[in-house]
């Protein structure tokens, strides 16, 4: 017969064992996140479009935001990464060409992941220098170039049959710059959409209203709360007014509705 500290002692132990398990898996989904957002910029530098699209889930709610368009399911991914920037900055082929810059830099990712709904959120900084060298020629589409770019991305991703996807990509450029002239302009190289598919064949399936680039400098919600406060930021505090003006004159916060979990 069990000596009732011997039963206690085991309890603990079993307890103990199984926190650090759920802590383990924890912080492993969240690497594995990590690694995948990672393995997805790797492949948008060289323009392997392929193998970016490869990386969403095929589930109903898995989408790309981009600028302000909304691409949905496979599908809408498909349309952007294959059909709209393959053609549009290579050719149509998989992968670089000679002469077109790409390069994005991700950086201060902040992974949460819940083992409960076998889903994840990221929030990540991307830099990124893109443009042309002047041996491409000049017909090529939006002709000579070169700029710097800053965005954030607050992602969504799911565990499917052990293996890691995106499944809403939510990227916001903030702003573009020229090498030339910095930022203190505000002219984009990469324009707004302005009509939806299938009026436009590669525009997205939805046409966002809170898109805008630099000088809008409105906070991208965050998928965390306050670290210490446990609170959310206020609305208003997430708004960009001019200078010295209140609050409530500026456009409202930008919000993000559908989180999954």
């Keep these: ?43 948008l530098d060289k323009c392997l479009y392929k193998e970016a699209v490869d990386l969403f889930a095929d589930h109903p709610d898995t989408y790309v935001q981009f600028l302000n368009g909304r691409f949905n ?12 920037f393959a053609n549009r900055f290579v050719g149509g082929r ?15 990712d902040i992974v949460d992941y819940s083992p409960e709904a076998g889903r994840a ?16 020629p000049s017909e090529f589409p939006g002709g ?10 607050e992602n969504e991703y799911i565990l499917q049959d052990g293996v890691w996807k995106i499944l809403r990509l939510r990227y ?12 203190k302009g505000s002219k984009e190289f990469v324009p707004l959409f302005k009509e ?9 399936d939805v046409i966002l209203q809170d898109g805008g680039l630099w000088p809008d400098t409105r906070v991208i919600p965050f998928h965390y709360k306050h670290p210490v406060t446990g609170e959310e930021v ?28």
């Design 1 to 43: 017969m069990a000596h009732p500290t011997q039963t206690t002692d085991i309890s603990v132990l079993v307890a103990t064992v199984q926190t650090l398990s759920n802590e383990i898996a924890k912080l492993k989904g969240e690497s594995e996140v990590r690694k995948l957002h990672h393995k997805y910029g790797y492949y």
């Design 73 to 84: 399911g496979k599908e809408g991914v498909h349309r952007l990464y294959i059909e709209r």
């Design 94 to 108: 998989n992968g670089p060409i000679d002469g077109w810059l790409l390069d994005h830099l991700m950086a201060q």
């Design 121 to 136: 959120k990221a929030r990540i900084r991307a830099f990124m220098s893109a443009g042309t060298h002047e041996s491409l």
């Design 144 to 153: 000579y170039r070169q700029w710097w770019e800053g965005g954030l991305y």
């Design 172 to 183: 916001y450029p903030f702003w573009h710059g020229s090498f030339e002239s910095g930022w």
């Design 196 to 204: 939806m598919f299938p009026a436009d064949k590669l525009g997205p």
């Design 234 to 261: 206020e609305e208003g505090d997430m708004r960009a007014p001019r200078w010295l003006a209140e609050a409530t004159t500026a456009p409202p916060a930008r919000s993000i509705n559908d989180w999954g979990f």
